[in-house]
């Protein structure tokens, strides 16, 4: 019952936080210089019927309100309306564009979790000895490295070493798809290792010096039941905690990476929104990137109570 009241009531402040973020993002944009007649005509010479029927497609001769107001109800029904520059439907743009993303973020997420947690790990039972140091300043130089600074460092590389690798080309097999994603993918997982390495670390330290760890090891039990089934298992919920929320912030973090190796996903359409003023993708992706960030903080808050069961939902 207090599991079904609290999900209730988090879907109901989710849906609140999302109208008003949306209400802001809407008229927010709206409050710059630039006028969207200008955006769609360019640098083209438009006549008076050319304006008058632009403004009327687009709702301009309508109040902001009014113009919000028919905005959000068609993304309600997933009518996420035109862009002004091409005249295309967002929504096909945008699906069009999410498979690279999605790969990305998938791809680097599950690299990054298996390489932080197994550094961390090791580095634990290592703790103190030179293993530890060496894992520990990789992790923490790995956090201090800007990941545009890598990628260039990457690129030159590639270039130089492997002259049959090639970071252009189309997605017309699945093979072709994973050549462009996966280098991607490793330089964004560095960023996991970094930061879930050392909080993985931190936490199995902490588990390990516990007094039920010594109970267990007098038990007898060996030695890989007291560190996964005994003290893993309470580590690991802080590292899915943040892991989460890097996930979920991995979607803004693609900006970089898709604009540096030319991947068409949705970091670099809102970059190329943002430049041409393009107003109705920038704030359906500022949108969506604020819905998939809401609704990992609420997949972390009930994973919390499959993990431990003595976490209670408030």
């Known amino acids: 019952m207090k599991r079904t009241a609290y999900i209730v009531k988090r879907l109901v402040s989710m849906i609140f936080i999302l109208f008003v973020a949306s209400f802001l993002i809407f008229f927010l944009l709206r409050m710059s210089d630039v006028d969207p007649l200008s955006v769609m005509i360019g640098n083209n010479r438009a006549t008076d019927e050319l304006k008058q029927t632009l403004t009327e497609r687009y709702n301009l001769d309508k109040p902001l309100l009014i113009q919000y107001f028919i905005w959000i109800k068609g993304v309600l029904v997933g009518d996420f309306g035109i862009d002004y520059i091409d005249g295309q439907n967002i929504r096909e743009l945008i699906a069009s564009r999410i498979p690279v993303t999605l790969g990305l973020v998938t791809m680097s997420s599950v690299i990054g979790f298996i390489i932080a947690i197994a550094l961390g790990v090791i580095s634990s039972l290592k703790n103190g000895e030179a293993t530890d140091s060496v894992l520990s300043a990789v992790m923490l130089i790995l956090s201090g490295t800007p990941s545009f600074l890598i990628c260039i ?85 802080p590292v899915i905690t943040a892991g989460g929320y890097m996930v979920a912030g991995a979607i803004g973090s693609t900006v970089i990476i898709e604009q540096i190796f030319s991947l068409p996903g949705i970091g670099g359409l809102l970059i190329t929104a943002i430049q041409e003023s393009n107003y109705p993708i920038i704030q359906i992706l500022v949108l969506f990137m604020l819905a998939v960030y809401l609704v990992m903080s609420f997949l972390i808050d009930i994973l919390y109570t499959v993990l431990d069961p003595r976490v209670e939902l408030k």
Do not use: C, W
């Open 153 to 237: 460092l990457v690129l030159i590389f590639m270039t130089q070493y492997v002259p049959g690798y090639t970071f252009i080309g189309s997605y017309s097999t699945f093979g072709e798809f994973m050549q462009r994603i996966t280098i991607p993918s490793i330089i964004m997982s560095l960023s996991f290792v970094a930061m879930l390495g050392r909080i993985t670390r931190s936490s199995m330290i902490r588990q390990l010096q516990s007094p039920y760890i010594g109970t267990a090891q007098a038990k007898g039990l060996d030695g890989f039941s007291v560190t996964f089934k005994h003290a893993f298992h309470n580590a690991v919920i």
